[in-house]
């Protein structure tokens, strides 16, 4: 599991910092997570294939978590898109993006479904044989969820030398990774845990911005690989995070604890402050598995 922080600042784009933005990998997916001004640009400054993406995520009808949206959509369009594009967002997203499209005369030329959410409690919006996704409701000034990404477990890791020395034929190495027992070719039957090893633990990640501090969401996230939760303030501008329902960088922290995430990810940053250094120390005092998104940085999620 792969993520990249296309932008991780509150409210304006500014020279150097982009507003909400971010790509999960996972497997041969690429899911797109809010979509503020500028997203394009950082898609081809951090050479994230376009074509790749199938699944939009928007949170929230707020300006920096889709303002980018039309453009891309539109540039899907340019490129000659033939595949699906799916964006699942708050109800209103659809008609929205729509009337840009309609009054700019720029119907697509490929098809695009909206899933609009309504929800106030956790749904799944998308399962495959690889992962699953559900919304994560949030308290916020307008209709707001999160997204909850979990990993399925991959296929039995297959031991070849093992395999070799029990003479299973190669066109059974799919059944072992599957976890079937076999018979080898001198007709013994090989039990699958002689041939293969468990395969690695699945991640999972939850994302929640924006949202003014809320240990109710907890038991939702409780154990995730990874938490990227919003820090729009420091504890020194509280007062201004409870009218904006916004968190600060301790209240992200006392989430993470509370959940026993495995770590923190801090964004969503105020452009009010000099430098973000002060966000990790303060949610570090706290959760000491606490870092920082930063515009172009590439997490590994293990
Ligand atoms: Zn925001
Ligand atoms: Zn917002």
């Known amino acids: 599991m792969k993520l ?12 150097f910092t982009n507003p ?3 790509v999960l990998e996972i497997g041969n997916h690429l899911f797109l997570i809010d979509c503020g001004e500028g997203t394009q640009v950082q898609l081809r400054r951090n050479k994230i294939k376009f074509s790749k993406i199938n699944h939009i995520f928007i949170s929230h009808l707020h300006g920096d978590h889709f303002y980018g949206l039309v453009g891309l959509i539109s540039t899907f369009m340019l490129l000659n898109r033939q595949n699906d594009l799916h964006v699942y ?8 993006i729509l009337l840009q499209l309609k009054l700019s005369k720029s119907w697509t030329n490929y098809p695009l479904y909206f899933h609009e959410l309504t929800k106030k409690t956790p749904e799944v919006i998308f399962d495959d044989e690889r992962v699953s ?12 969820n999160g997204f909850l990404f979990r990993e399925k477990p991959g296929d039995r890791k297959l031991l070849i030398n093992k395999a070799k020395e029990y003479k299973i034929d190669v066109a059974l190495y799919k059944s072992l990774k599957k ?3 076999v018979i080898a070719e001198d007709g013994k039957l090989i039990s699958n845990a002689l041939v293969t090893a468990d395969p690695p633990e699945p991640k999972s990640y939850a994302y929640c911005s924006d949202t003014i501090y809320d240990p109710g969401i907890t038991s939702q996230i409780k154990g995730v690989t990874a938490l990227y939760h919003e820090s729009t303030f420091l504890e020194s501008e509280s007062h201004l995070a409870e009218p904006t329902q916004h968190s600060t960088a301790k209240q992200a922290a006392r989430i993470a604890l509370e959940a026993g995430v495995g770590r923190l990810i801090l964004g969503h940053y105020s452009t009010r402050y000099d ?11 706290i959760f000491s598995a606490s870092e920082l998104a930063d515009d172009g940085l590439e997490i590994i999620l293990d």
């Not at 967002?89 to 929205?96: A, F, H, L, R, S």
């Not at 996704?133 to 707001?144: A, C, N, Q």
Request: glycine fraction near 8%; proline fraction near 6%; charged fraction near 30%.
């Open 4 to 15: 990249t922080i296309l932008g991780c600042y509150a409210a304006t784009p500014r020279s």
């Open 133 to 144: 996704i559900e919304t994560i409701p949030l308290k916020h000034r307008v209709y707001t």
């Open 275 to 285: 430098t973000i250094d002060f966000f990790k120390k303060e949610a570090e005092s």
């Open 89 to 96: 967002g708050p109800k209103g997203i659809k008609e929205v």
């Open 20 to 22: 909400t933005s971010q």
């Open 179 to 181: 976890g079937k027992d």
